[in-house]
C-alpha cells in the first residue's frame, strides 16, 4: 500500500465511530450539548451545526490585541461601564447558533445573569479575517447573518488580507455600510464614536516579521 492510499475503514487508523455516536448529528446539536462539548478547540455552533475554527496566527492575536486596547481606552474616555472581551467567550445570538467572536463590547445590559453565565447578546463584534476561503465566508456572510440576527449593533471586519476594515451598522434586522475604509484611513463607527481604528497601524502589525 503507497503512502497516499488511505486507510480502510477497519483499520485502526479510523475515525473512532463509537466516540463520535456519542454526540448528536450536525443539524442536530442544541447549545446544552454545544456547552458539554470536551475540546480546548475554537468551536461555533451554527443553526445546529459544529464549526471548528482555524487556530489563530501570531498576526492575528496581534491585530486583536492592538484593537482592544484602543477599544478598551475609548470606552474609558467616555466613563461607560462597558467590558471589552477577547476570544473564547461564546455569545449565544438565538436558538441553534452560538458564536465567539474574536473581540466583544458588552454594555451592562448585555452582561450575564451570573459570573459563570455567558452573555447572549452583545453591541459590538469585531472579527479578524483567517487565510482560507471558507473562514472568508464564515466571517462576511455567515457571522454578517448571524450578528444582525442576533441584534449585534455593529459589526467590525478587519481583514488583513484585503488590508481594509469593514464597518456594519444594524438597520432592523440587516446590516448597512458605514463603510469600508483602506490605507490612509481611520475606520470609525456609530455606537462608540471615541473609538478610532488607523488601518495603517492595524496593517503594520500584518507586516510585522519577528
Not at 483499520?11 to 455516536?21: G, N, Q, Y
Not at 471589552?84 to 445590559?109: C, H, K, M, N, S
Not at 444582525?148 to 484585503?162: K, L, S, T
Not at 481594509?164 to 432592523?172: D, E, F, K, Q
Amino acid at each position: 500500500m503507497s503512502s497516499s492510499t488511505p486507510p480502510s475503514p477497519s483499520s485502526d487508523a479510523a475515525p473512532a465511530w463509537e466516540l463520535a455516536r456519542l454526540f448528536p448529528l450536525q443539524g442536530q446539536w442544541r447549545e446544552e450539548d454545544y456547552f458539554r462539548l470536551p475540546t480546548d478547540r475554537l468551536v461555533e455552533l451554527s443553526d445546529g451545526h459544529l464549526e471548528v475554527l482555524p487556530m489563530p496566527t501570531w498576526m492575528h492575536q496581534m491585530i486583536v490585541d492592538f484593537v482592544a486596547g484602543l477599544m478598551r481606552s475609548a470606552s474609558a474616555s467616555v466613563g461607560d461601564e462597558a467590558r471589552v472581551l477577547q476570544a473564547p467567550l461564546p455569545v449565544t445570538l438565538f436558538a441553534g447558533t452560538i458564536r465567539e467572536p474574536d473581540l466583544l463590547y458588552l454594555t451592562p445590559p448585555c452582561f450575564p445573569s451570573s459570573p459563570t453565565a455567558y452573555p447572549n447578546r452583545l453591541d459590538i463584534a469585531v472579527e479578524v479575517v483567517s487565510e482560507g476561503a471558507e473562514a472568508r465566508h464564515r466571517d462576511y456572510v455567515a457571522k454578517r447573518s448571524d450578528y444582525a440576527r442576533g441584534g449585534v449593533q455593529e459589526y467590525w471586519i478587519i481583514d488583513p488580507f484585503d488590508r481594509t476594515v469593514t464597518v456594519l451598522r444594524l438597520n432592523g434586522d440587516a446590516y448597512d455600510e458605514v463603510g469600508i475604509f483602506r490605507a490612509g484611513e481611520t475606520a470609525r463607527g456609530a455606537f462608540l464614536p471615541s473609538f478610532e481604528l488607523p488601518v495603517d497601524q492595524v496593517m503594520r502589525l500584518a507586516d510585522e516579521v519577528v
